[in-house]
């Protein structure tokens, strides 16, 4: 009780106000195929930093003073989340040998954990980081099974998104598997900015294979549902880069861009 609505609650809600500022240092370049996920530039992370070692340390307090492991077998429940949030604090950080660590001994020491999925999936967005694609497509396809299990939507998006990002940044990766698992994480139905997310990225991927039905329908829909200007703004420049030639068309496109 101590441990979950003290310390560890503290740096449970500090890795939110992380969260929050690393969403501000996020800036896209939309001349180019958005990536499933966002990194600024070690250099930026300034307003970050401060929440992201709070969260290191109330975790890490957590763990020090409330673990209880005996003969191999954790007894407070919290303690693998302690450990989850450190390990993605310093992911965010970007100090990512020590995030490997972490999230490997997650994976080892909590398996029937409800932890032990996202440090999974974590510890394969981490390989991609230091470029151990490879390492990365192993942990991933170790998961497959899982992604199986359609009632674990939060998982399903992790995994997918992860599987995208794969293919997307891998020297091997395949531009027809990157659109499955794009496909695959929206049917999960993730949150909302991040679906918009996704289906620009579909547009822009449907776009460059010439499936320019597929990308206006992505396109059309971050134009109906995303809350971000840019976003939006981008969607409608490529909708109007796919016109097909017909009135309707046409005129859809004129009556977006005029409002």
């Not at 250099?43 to 970050?48: K, N, P, T, V, Y």
């Amino acid at each position: 009780m101590t441990c979950r609505y003290n310390v560890l609650w503290n740096g449970q809600q500090s890795m939110k106000s992380a969260e929050t500022e690393l969403a501000k240092l996020n800036k896209d370049n939309y001349t180019a195929t958005l990536p499933v996920y966002n990194y600024p530039a070690k250099s930026d992370l300034g307003s970050a930093l401060p929440h992201l070692d709070r969260t290191i340390e109330k975790s890490s307090k957590a763990i020090f003073k409330h673990s209880m492991l005996i003969h191999g077998k954790e007894y407070v429940k919290t303690i693998d989340d302690a450990y989850l949030i450190m390990g993605k604090a310093y992911f965010h950080k970007q100090d990512y040998s020590q995030a490997q660590r972490i999230f490997t001994y997650i994976t080892h020491n909590y398996p029937k954990s409800n932890t032990y999925n996202e440090a999974a999936v974590m510890l394969a967005r981490t390989a991609m980081r230091q470029e151990y694609y490879a390492s990365a497509d192993e942990q991933l396809e170790n998961l497959h099974y899982l992604a199986t299990n359609k009632k674990n939507k939060k998982f399903n998006v992790l995994f997918n998104s992860a599987k995208a990002e794969y293919h997307l940044t891998a020297p091997d990766g395949d531009m027809q598997e990157a659109i499955d698992y794009l496909n695959d994480a929206i049917k999960a139905h993730p949150k909302r900015e991040f679906n918009s997310r996704l289906h620009l990225i579909l547009g822009e991927l449907y776009e460059k294979m010439g499936q320019q039905s597929d990308a206006q329908k992505n396109f059309e829909y971050v134009i109906k549902k995303s809350a971000t200007y840019e976003m939006v703004f981008c969607a409608q420049m490529h909708l109007a880069n796919n016109y097909d030639g017909s009135p309707s068309s046409r005129n859809s496109i004129m009556k977006q861009l005029n409002k």
